[in-house]
């Protein structure tokens, strides 16, 4: 049995309460944040703390969501991820997406958080020593996001779902989430995890079990042909290339060639053009390029304490390259479960039907 210290504050990192535990069964889930549960002694706690569960290789951050008492002397107390924060609806303006857009995705999502949860005109909303930096700059970006009226250039969607998750599955961008206690702060990191890519042997006998599921992308798109629906003669083409950019320069392109086509109409006012049929077709460009890269699900469990891996130090958002009967898979780790044993999540395929019904619900 491992041992993990459970600390519980409120909002300003004031004490309530804390405790040991000699078990954890907790699962963490970057794109279907789990709810969690744990058995303690009836403590000092409320709706809303914070909860920090730490040993010495393992820590994680989250809010308490539930409380309730099995009998006079032991509660059960749920927690989610402190991401579930974010899980609200918001204002999303499409212009932000794309040629048009004048902020990185790093910069819109910190820009979000901070109007919603420090510069928030809702004192109840504000997170008391919220700070924020980003390890990334992602332009040119799209999450696929359109207005659901065509005279109007806003929609609402969810924060959690549509932006941050989506932001994860195109571009492996995620929100790290560390407290500092003694400075009352908690600090996210927005953007990439620049963790050096690991590698991992899944054969070798300190992997107890694993699972490896690839789904064929075959809409991972490396060229795309832009028509203009005013006039057909009109086209623009787009190559992909080898370092992830694209351009309209046939040259260093990702072969063999995945091809799709599309079809686009300039807008207008009163005034004249709104959208020339260029800037459409960037756009389009830049979105049919940002399909998901990491498209399977593999799950790997081992020892807590292993060796090779070091599974509990790993964290959200690194890339790693999965050996397995000679074949060699890249993908993310996206999700984490520990019991007696930890199972590393990676990929952004999820097979678990409550998962597919929650991330469907936001159009995936």
Known sequence: MRAYKVEFFDNKFVSRSHTN??????????????????????LDVHMGDYIWITNDTYSFFGIVSGIESDSKDIMSISYKSFLSL????????????????????EEYISSRISSQFILSGDYSMIVPG?????????????????????????????????????????????????????ARQVKLVIGTNNVSTQTIEADLPNITNKLISVRKN??????????????????????????????????DRIIPVVQDIYIVEPTYDEEGVID????????????????VEYNNLIELTMSPDDPLVHPEEMDIGQIVNIISEDKQYSSILSGKKINNTITLVFGIVRVDLTKKIWRSSYGY
């Open 276 to 291: 020339t049929f260029e800037d459409l077709a960037l756009d389009q460009a830049i979105d049919a390029f940002s399909e």
């Open 130 to 182: 919220l700070i924020m930096t980003l390890s990334s700059q992602t332009s040119k970006w799209t999450l696929g996001i359109k207005s659901d009226d065509d005279t109007s250039s806003f929609c609402i969607v969810n924060f959690l779902k549509n932006v941050l998750v989506s932001a994860f599955e195109r571009y492996s961008i995620r929100i790290s989430v560390t407290p500092d206690i003694g």
């Open 86 to 105: 974010f899980d609200l609806n918001i204002l999303f303006d499409v212009r932000t997406q794309g040629e048009q857009g004048s902020q990185t995705l």
């Open 21 to 42: 535990i000699s078990d954890l069964d907790y699962a963490e889930d970057y794109l279907s944040p789990e709810t969690n549960t744990i058995l303690v002694e009836n």
């Open 218 to 251: 075959d809409n991972f798109v490396n060229k795309v042909i832009i028509y203009n629906k005013e006039d057909f003669s009109q086209r623009i083409t787009y190559y992909r290339h080898n370092d992830k950019t694209f351009s309209i320069v046939d040259e």
